[in-house]
T-cell receptor, first 111, second 115 residues
Framework: QKEVEQNSGPLSVPEGAIASLNCTYS??????FFWYRQYSGKSPELIMF????GDKEDGRFTAQLNKASQYVSLLIRDSQPSDSATYLC???????????FGSGTQLTVLP | GAGVSQSPRYKVAKRGQDVALRCDPI?????LFWYQQALGQGPEFLTY????????KSGLPSDRFFAERPEGSVSTLKIQRTQQEDSAVYLC?????????????FGQGTRLTVV
């Protein structure tokens, strides 16, 4: 059983809408949570990380973490066509020597 | 360099051939990671170096895979006797501190195709 689960999508939202991406994880000892964006044929790039329960906002992006439910999400406000990419959720232990990635959710923002 | 550099960008190997993939991390970055990404999947951890020490190699799929970072900078991932299931993109990442809790930067990857 994969340790980090994401809905593979594709998820389509109209331009200007809020895109909501979800991720669940199985290891209750996980302490660090990351969202990466990967454009087709490119390498992953870090969008946000979150360590504590609650919300963390950075510009148009908000990460939400609920450790009791083993759930982490990413909200993208005012979605733009340039946000169209695959979004990877990644989970790490305290030392984060290795991250466990989900399979990614493909997001398409329609103009 | 400005970013993590990997070479070659593309490699086609005949089954049974040995290959060597190179990663040049951001200058001064302590931590270096190798990940394998199959088509349509997320990256999967292979191994982790802190300086020249290989602290975690639990993700290497078989003893055909070997990684080194002898001087704590450039790293090489070697795959011996390549098999078709080794076909994937091999990603290298580096970060300025131990682990990936701080921002880790990925290279563009090496796409390996075993025929």
């Amino acid at each position: 059983q994969k340790e980090v689960e994401q809905n593979s999508g594709p998820l389509s939202v109209p331009e200007g809408a809020i895109a909501s991406l979800n991720c669940t994880y199985s290891d209750r000892g996980s302490q660090s949570f990351f969202w990466y964006r990967q454009y087709s044929g490119k390498s992953p790039e870090l969008i946000m990380f979150i360590y504590s329960n609650g919300d963390k906002e950075d510009g148009r992006f908000t990460a939400q973490l609920n450790k009791a439910s083993q759930y982490v999400s990413l909200l993208i406000r005012d979605s733009q066509p340039s946000d169209s990419a695959t979004y990877l959720c990644a989970v790490g232990s305290g030392s984060a020597r290795q991250l466990t990635f989900g399979s990614g959710t493909q997001l398409t923002v329609l103009p | 360099g400005a970013g993590v550099s990997q070479s070659p960008r593309y490699k086609v190997a005949k089954r049974g051939q040995d290959v060597a993939l190179r990663c040049d991390p951001i200058s001064g970055h302590v931590s270096l990671f190798w990940y394998q990404q199959a088509l349509g999947q997320g990256p999967e951890f292979l191994t982790y170096f802190q300086n020249e020490a290989q602290l975690d190699k639990s993700g290497l799929p078989s003893d055909r895979f070997f990684a080194e970072r002898p001087e704590g900078s450039v790293s090489t991932l070697k795959i011996q006797r390549t098999q078709q299931e080794d076909s994937a993109v091999y990603l290298c990442a580096s970060s300025s501190r131990g682990g990936m809790n701080t921002e880790a930067f990925f290279g563009q990857g090496t796409r390996l195709t075993v025929v």
